[in-house]
């Protein structure tokens, strides 16, 4: 049994946002601070004082501000990163071979090189390749056609639909789960038929992907994250 019912700003520079967490199995308070995206959460036992709960996130908060400066700091991508594709975690792992590869939890990177301008271009093309495909799925379910597709590295969206119909979308979704990529595919076809977000674009979206719901909710607690990899030389 879990609930979420309040939040807690705690005063600075920055404040702090904290989500307060009733857990049924809880014995004790505790603090989380998300690796991925930063977010601190406190889980409580139900029968918990607030006043002492209170108590305890303002004596742990030069704690939380050093777990949060680790949580956003930058990470270079090399030899030993764990590494998002495709929603799974892989360790980069320089080897005598050709091509880079997925071989169980590795993701397997030619010795010659540095590993991240290398892994940077696999990852473009992987997720203009699977992009491709889902933007084709959808624009034949809906009935129209995208003039053109391209790849950025914008941290403002994901994805964007001229109303020419070119289509923009963030090369590092290729690290999202597949269904999260798949819905930034259909949130901007979708804008094919409606150049706007209104009830009648909602309804054009979840005609072309009715559980939209659970990548979207991903993609606005998680996808931050993926801004923290530095590829050194990616364009």
Same mark, same amino acid.
């Given at each position: 049994?879990?609930?979420?019912?309040?939040?807690?700003?705690?005063?600075?520079?920055?404040?702090?946002?904290?989500?307060?967490?009733?857990?049924?199995?809880?014995?004790?308070?505790?603090?989380?601070?998300?690796?991925?995206?930063?977010?601190?959460?406190?889980?409580?036992?139900?029968?918990?004082?607030?006043?002492?709960?209170?108590?305890? %996130?303002?004596?742990?908060?030069?704690? *939380? &501000?050093?777990?949060? @400066? =680790?949580?956003?700091?930058?990470?270079?991508?090399? /030899? +030993?990163?764990?590494?998002?594709?495709?929603?799974?975690?892989?360790?980069?792992?320089?080897?005598?071979?050709?091509?880079?590869?997925?071989?169980?939890?590795?993701?397997?990177?030619?010795?010659?090189?540095?590993?991240?301008?290398?892994?940077?271009?696999?990852?473009?093309?992987?997720?203009?390749?699977?992009?491709?495909?889902?933007?084709?799925?959808?624009?034949?379910? %809906?009935?129209?056609?995208?003039?053109? *597709? &391209?790849?950025?590295? @914008? =941290?403002?969206?994901?994805?964007?639909?001229?109303? /020419? +119909?070119?289509?923009?979308?963030?090369?590092?979704?290729?690290?999202?789960?597949?269904?999260?990529?798949?819905?930034?595919?259909?949130?901007?076809?979708?804008?094919?038929?409606?150049?706007?977000?209104?009830?009648?674009?909602?309804?054009?979206?979840?005609?072309?992907?009715?559980?939209?719901?659970?990548?979207?909710?991903?993609?606005?607690?998680?996808?931050?994250?993926?801004?923290?990899?530095?590829?050194?030389?990616?364009?």
């Amino acid at each position: 049994m879990t609930k979420r019912s309040r939040e807690t700003v705690l005063p600075g520079a920055p404040p702090i946002a904290v989500q307060w967490r009733w857990h049924a199995r809880a014995r004790r308070m505790s603090l989380r601070v998300s690796q991925l995206d930063g977010r601190v959460t406190l889980t409580l036992p139900l029968r918990a004082n607030p006043a002492v709960a209170e108590a305890f %996130l303002h004596e742990r908060s030069d704690w *939380l &501000r050093t777990a949060l @400066t =680790r949580a956003h700091a930058p990470c270079p991508v090399a /030899a +030993g990163t764990l590494l998002p594709v495709a929603g799974r975690t892989l360790c980069v792992t320089p080897a005598d071979t050709g091509a880079i590869a997925i071989a169980g939890g590795q993701l397997v990177v030619p010795t010659r090189g540095a590993p991240g301008p290398r892994i940077a271009a696999w990852l473009k093309l992987d997720a203009r390749d699977r992009l491709a495909r889902e933007v084709e799925g959808f624009a034949e379910k %809906l009935g129209r056609a995208p003039r053109s *597709l &391209r790849l950025r590295d @914008t =941290r403002s969206r994901w994805g964007s639909c001229s109303s /020419a +119909g070119d289509l923009m979308f963030s090369w590092r979704l290729a690290m999202a789960p597949p269904e999260v990529l798949a819905y930034v595919a259909a949130h901007e076809v979708a804008h094919l038929a409606q150049m706007n977000h209104s009830p009648a674009y909602w309804e054009t979206l979840a005609g072309l992907m009715p559980d939209y719901a659970a990548p979207r909710a991903w993609l606005r607690a998680e996808g931050a994250a993926l801004h923290r990899f530095r590829f050194a030389a990616e364009a």
